[in-house]
């Protein structure tokens, strides 16, 4: 639900901003798929400082590779499975409450986010 009620509102942020944006979902999408890495990187640097190994530290490909696999993913989900149409319908019409409580949902997520990838660089070990 939180995801996407996520991309709803990152759909309709660059909707409103750009009147050019002929394609707002991708925008939202590869703002779900960024959100989506940085947290892949912190559960990567918390591995690495307990010595165990993800893909992420391997390569400059491999980082390449599991974010545009992380985008595919996403992709898949938002235009094949749950529909843009579902959604948009799904979250129109919500009530002031269910939306006031759905954006301090995503608030929390977007900024644990970028706490927790702030601080993945402190647990990133340097040989």
Known sequence: ????????????LASSLDYNNKAPEYTATFGISTLVFLNYFFIAS???HFNLTLLLFQSVFTTIAVSLLILFINFILIFRIIGIDKIDKQFSNINRMNEIRYNIYILIYIIATF?????????????
């Open 1 to 12: 639900m939180a995801y996407k009620y996520l991309f709803f509102k990152l759909y309709k």
């Open 115 to 127: 706490i927790l990838f702030c601080f993945s660089f402190s647990l990133i070990r340097v040989v």
């Open 46 to 48: 918390l591995a690495d």
